[in-house]
């Protein structure tokens, strides 16, 4: 092949609300799309019955369909007659596609085409959160996705060093892409009174807002928290019945999720970002953060420390004293300095990516 490959994206799973995934497709789908065009290729995306949640430029190709996101048996069947209509179709039209690219689970089977696949966490392993019986589920699904892709792609090394070392035969083709933290505007540094911190993603258990709870407790002097992000199940429920038990609710805002626009001056005006995770692929939120200007304190997990280098304090994610401190150093701190993480870059490895599993 001469040309850059004509790539379908699964998107059954891209209708879905704010959160890490849906700005990784968001910003790098338009992006890729403009690389691969430039060298005859481009992109397509299989929509699901719940169309995207973002918008795509007009050159990029949106393919309706009634795959629906939940349950997964349905979503399987149903997309994969989906995904064959759409490669024939393409074929009939004399522009077939040359891969095919899904960012969720399971892979897909007896497609005719090479296929990459985007792995952002390995999180259905984790054994702090997950039941044995899934945990091998998950572990037989994944198998299957590491060995069959060309390419397996990634938002970091810690990711990809870890399905590296969960599935060897996957070395080789594991690509780091990772995630860019340059979509938000840049505001002047503001901090306002009284001062307050920001937690910035998901409420939900991995996410661990628990700790900060307990930190706020342990001092009682640190700002008030304001909770940034999409609830999920009752997870914030157990937050402000936490925050009741240790009487520090009125410390706490949970703001739901805002725009670009609110969320840079959100950064612009916190004292402090703080990200108490037990596990994340990449740490958009840190990295974001940092990019503004805001200090930040963080958990210490691999993930973290790739996103934000080694200046912000970090902390035991299970010691909320830890993290007080950690919060106490950040807000002391000078201006942090900002890590680079360009979506341009991002999307420049995927093109890379694209190109090679295309021509294996």
């Known amino acids: 092949m001469t040309r850059a490959p004509r790539v379908l994206i699964a998107g059954a799973c891209l209708g879905q609300g704010p959160g890490g995934v849906r700005r990784h497709n968001e910003e790098l789908l338009p992006r890729l799309d403009a690389l691969l065009r430039e060298d005859g290729g481009g992109v397509a995306v299989l929509e699901g019955a719940t169309p995207l949640a973002f918008a795509l430029p007009d050159t990029v190709e949106r393919i309706p369909s009634d795959v629906p996101f939940q349950p997964v048996h349905r979503r399987v069947l149903a997309e994969s007659r989906a995904r064959r209509t759409a490669l024939s179709d393409a074929a009939d039209r004399g522009r077939p596609f040359d891969l095919v690219h899904t960012a969720h689970l399971p892979a897909p089977r007896r497609l005719g085409l090479p296929f990459t696949i985007t792995l952002h966490d390995l999180r259905s392993l984790d054994p702090g959160r997950v039941p044995l019986t899934r945990r091998l589920m998950g572990r037989r699904v994944l198998q299957r996705a590491t060995r069959d892709a060309l390419r397996v792609l990634c938002v970091s090394d810690a990711v990809r060093e870890q399905i590296e070392q969960e599935f060897p035969d996957a070395r080789g083709r594991v690509v780091r892409i990772g995630n860019g933290a340059d979509h938000l505007p840049l505001l002047p540094r503001a901090p306002v ?129 830890a993290a007080a401190n950690a919060i106490r150093r950040a807000l002391a701190a000078a201006t942090p300095s900002r890590p680079e993480h360009t979506w341009d870059a991002c999307a420049g490895r995927w093109r890379d990516a694209a190109v090679e599993a295309a021509r294996a």
């Open 193 to 321: 009174e009284p001062p307050f911190l920001l937690h910035v993603g998901h409420v939900e258990p991995r996410k661990n807002v628990e700790v900060l709870v307990r930190a706020l407790a342990a001092d009682r002097d640190l700002p008030r928290l304001m909770l940034v992000g999409v609830p999920k199940g009752r997870a914030l429920e157990r937050v402000l019945a936490l925050a009741a038990e240790l009487g520090v609710e009125r410390r706490i805002e949970a703001r739901g999720p805002v725009g670009d626009d609110e969320l840079a001056a959100l950064y612009a005006s916190a004292s402090c970002s703080v990200f108490p995770s037990r596990l994340e692929g990449f740490g958009i939120g840190p990295a974001e953060a940092l990019r503004a200007g805001c200090p930040v304190a963080l958990s210490e997990i691999p993930a973290h420390r790739e996103a934000a280098g080694e200046g912000p304090p970090g902390f035991d994610p299970d010691d909320p004293v």
